[in-house]
């Protein structure tokens, strides 16, 4: 039994030891949790500031004009919408004076053409309207010139070949009508590829 004393002596010294080793190893991985812990909770609190700081950001409304609204305001808007009738009345114009010529009535040709000026006329003004608001807004007034004096050479040719067809009967008449409303939608043609190049950018097509 004596003999044996400092071998267990030697084997409690080493077991204490060992656990003294365990208890600094969870007492080093307990303080990086909470190191961890407190790294994560500054992170998330971060977030959370940059998530208020964003959130209180005011939204822009688009123009900015809201509630500025006048009735010529609104006609100059419906521009877009008037564009299209007389782009259409003197495609059948056209088409109908070239049929006249078989037809020396001529009816269908006199009502597209007319239709086609008074649809113009209303285009013309909303164009009008629209354009003063855009140079107010500070837009290059060259290109919204360009078009506004090609579409009213448009009107005026297209009005003189309405004039033209009113004398459908007579062949020299239709001959003048036709070539007119040629003109006139030569014209409109050229006048809409500006107006698009003033909505959508002067690269939107190559030409």
Request: glycine share 10%; charged share 15%.
């Given at each position: 039994?004596?003999?044996?004393r400092p071998?267990?002596?030697?084997?409690?010294?080493?077991?204490?030891?060992?656990?003294?080793e365990a208890s600094a190893t969870d007492s080093g991985s307990t303080d990086e949790s909470k190191g961890g812990d407190?790294?994560?909770?500054?992170?998330?609190?971060?977030?959370?500031?940059?998530?208020?700081?964003?959130?209180?950001?005011?939204?822009?409304?688009?123009?900015?004009?809201?509630?500025?609204?006048?009735?010529?305001?609104?006609?100059?808007?419906?521009?877009?919408?008037?564009?299209?009738?007389?782009?259409?009345?003197?495609?059948?114009?056209?088409?109908?004076a070239f049929l006249a010529l078989r037809d020396t009535d001529g009816r269908a040709a006199r009502f597209s053409a007319w239709f086609s000026v008074l649809?113009?006329?209303?285009?013309?003004?909303?164009?009008?309207?629209?354009?003063?608001?855009?140079?107010?807004?500070?837009?290059?007034?060259?290109?919204?010139?360009?078009?506004?004096?090609?579409?009213?050479?448009?009107?005026?040719?297209?009005?003189?070949g309405a004039i033209a067809l009113l004398r459908a009967r007579d062949r020299r008449f239709i001959y003048a009508g036709l070539f007119l409303t040629l003109v006139a939608f030569i014209l409109v043609s050229i006048g809409g590829h500006l107006g698009g190049n003033i909505v959508y950018g002067n690269d939107y097509l190559p030409f």
């Open positions: 039994m004596t003999s044996l071998a267990l002596i030697l084997l409690a010294a080493l077991l204490f030891a060992l656990s003294a407190s790294d994560a909770g500054a992170e998330e609190v971060e977030d959370i500031e940059v998530i208020e700081t964003v959130q209180t950001i005011q939204p822009v409304e688009a123009g900015g004009d809201k509630g500025d609204w006048t009735a010529l305001k609104i006609l100059g808007r419906l521009h877009p919408s008037a564009v299209h009738f007389p782009i259409g009345g003197v495609a059948l114009a056209l088409l109908f649809a113009a006329g209303a285009a013309v003004l909303t164009g009008l309207l629209r354009s003063d608001e855009l140079k107010a807004a500070g837009a290059n007034s060259d290109p919204i010139d360009l078009h506004r004096n090609v579409m009213l050479g448009f009107v005026a040719t297209a009005l003189l």
